[in-house]
């Protein structure tokens, strides 16, 4: 174990969570009780807002991967565009170049 670093579980002094070890407590304070508005809301949970997209990232992967896994996203329909012949892909290139 280094200095500092205890196994012992803390619980946030702020709010009910409780964290496995110690040094994780000042992330968890900083990213969820910190200042700064919440910038990260949840797709799919409509009261849910994170500080950042890091804690969004992390609780999508655990609350909602399931419906992540469920979901299926429909490909854009690639419309064909039509493509113009060229002057050098049409063996006029002598007369493309007299015309400019």
């Known amino acids: 174990?280094?200095?500092?670093?205890?196994?012992?579980?803390v619980k946030c002094p702020y709010?009910?969570?409780?964290?496995?070890?110690r040094?994780?407590?000042?992330?968890?304070?900083q990213n969820q009780h910190g200042a700064g508005e919440p910038e990260a809301p949840c797709p799919i949970c409509p009261d849910k807002i994170f500080k950042n997209s890091a804690?969004?990232?992390?609780?999508?992967?655990?609350?909602?991967?399931?419906e992540k896994q469920a979901t299926f996203v429909q490909p854009r329909e690639i419309q064909p565009?039509?493509?113009?012949?060229?002057?050098?892909?049409t063996g006029n290139a002598a007369l493309a170049r007299t015309q400019n």
């Open 55 to 66: 804690s969004l990232r992390d609780h999508m992967s655990r609350k909602h991967r399931a």
């Open 23 to 29: 040094h994780n407590l000042k992330g968890h304070i």
């Open 81 to 89: 565009r039509e493509i113009q012949p060229t002057p050098e892909k």
């Open 1 to 9: 174990n280094s200095p500092g670093k205890s196994t012992k579980s």
């Open 15 to 21: 709010c009910e969570k409780v964290l496995k070890y």
